[in-house]
């Protein structure tokens, strides 16, 4: 292009600095949201096992409406083993699965005689879940209803 003769050259494109200066806000953004991101999918699956720690409780109370008693193992309860899993989508597995996030696991606390009169249920977090969520990695409840953790922090 020319302007009262003379020529002037117009570059296009960006310059080093203006790249550097992209990434560095890019970098910034993603070391706020990927951190974020992964506690939001740490709860996600919490609440999933939470889910599945009702239904096996939901299972132990019909037992026990049936049975008189609750069951002592997890296979009691119609399940395939005495120990399963749920995977990342929160879905029953054998425990071990490549995929699996928790483990869930039930066991008598009180027996009268023959009759199992209380039961704890557990859920510990497996695999990657167990990494990035450590400070909730059991959780249990009880019988009564009564839920918690074994941590400081309150994860149900």
């Known amino acids: 292009m020319q302007i009262n003769g003379m020529t002037i050259n117009r570059q296009t494109g960006f ?10 806000i890019v970098a910034i953004l993603a070391s706020i949201a990927i951190p974020s991101y992964t506690g939001y999918i740490s709860g996600a699956r919490r609440d999933l096992a939470q889910q599945q720690l009702l239904e096996i409780q939901s299972r132990q109370e019909q037992h026990f ?10 296979s009691e309860l119609g399940f395939d ?3 399963i899993g749920t995977d990342l989508n929160g879905d029953v597995v054998a425990h071990g699965h490549a ?8 066991w008598s606390t009180t027996t009268v005689g023959t009759t199992i009169t209380g039961y704890r249920l557990g859920a510990i977090s ?3 879940q167990r ?3 450590a400070a909730c990695g059991w959780l249990y409840i009880e019988e009564d209803g009564n839920k918690w953790n074994g941590s400081t922090k309150d994860c149900w």
């Open 15 to 24: 310059t080093l600095v203006e790249l550097m200066v992209v990434v560095v």
């Open 99 to 106: 995929d699996e996030q928790y483990a869930f696991v039930t």
């Open 65 to 74: 409406m049936d049975n008189k008693t609750y069951a002592a193992s997890l």
């Open 131 to 133: 990494v990035r969520d």
């Open 126 to 128: 497996w695999g990657e």
């Open 81 to 83: 083993a005495n120990v």
